[in-house]
Nanobody, 109 residues
Framework: QVRLVESGGGSVQSGGSLRLSCQFDLDDYAIGWFRQAPGKEREAVATISPSATATNYADSVRGRFTISRDNAKKTVYLQMNSLKAEDTAVYYC?????WGQGTQVTVSS
């Protein structure tokens, strides 16, 4: 069983910033941030390699979001800047098909 715990969501106005955190207990795997908006499929937002040497971003967030990880703290972060209303969703971290409970991000225009 893999344990993933997200935190850091909240409500912010358009143009604002939030930082999400995901605590994990599984070493040596790539971890991703995903999001699901009401009525939509879950989509990948960003992924990071085990050693943090490689990252990937969805086109919709590239240049605004930054994924990072601190393996000593077993935490993956998602820094979200220049937030837009369309970023509103429940954000999850995931690895190997396991998911956390999610954290709500609401951006008001």
């Amino acid at each position: 069983q893999v344990r993933l715990v997200e935190s850091g969501g909240g409500s912010v106005q358009s143009g604002g910033s939030l930082r999400l955190s995901c605590q994990f207990d599984l070493d040596d795997y790539a971890i991703g941030w995903f999001r699901q908006a009401p009525g939509k499929e879950r989509e990948a937002v960003a992924t990071i390699s085990p050693s943090a040497t490689a990252t990937n971003y969805a086109d919709s967030v590239r240049g605004r979001f930054t994924i990072s990880r601190d393996n000593a703290k077993k935490t993956v972060y998602l820094q979200m800047n220049s937030l837009k209303a369309e970023d509103t969703a429940v954000y999850y971290c995931g690895v190997l098909g396991y998911w956390g409970q999610g954290t709500q991000v609401t951006v008001s225009s």
